[in-house]
């Protein structure tokens, strides 16, 4: 298992999509990947399960397309 700490901070979309690119195939040759990443919409687009945590608390989890589409999800992060 590999965990990545906000790998999209401070990087150009461009660079941002190819990032998260390497995350998917890394995760696709069969090594789990624990993304930390406050880019909500990079990170459900590539994730199987996501975990909202507000304030240090988990406040919403479930899979990933589901997360995208809830409505609190959107609001709070904006293109998510």
């Known amino acids: 298992m590999i965990m990545l700490d906000e790998p999209s901070t401070g990087l150009a979309p461009l660079v941002v999509n190819q990032v998260m690119e390497a995350i998917v195939a890394v995760n696709e040759s069969g090594t789990p990947v624990l993304l930390i ?4 919409r990079a990170a459900l687009k590539v994730a199987h399960r996501g975990y909202v945590i507000e304030s ?3 406040t919403l989890t479930g899979p990933a ?9 959107v609001e709070a992060y904006p293109g998510a």
């Open 56 to 58: 240090g608390r988990v």
């Open 37 to 40: 990443e406050q880019n909500a």
């Open 65 to 73: 397309a589901e997360l995208r589409a809830d409505p609190r999800v």
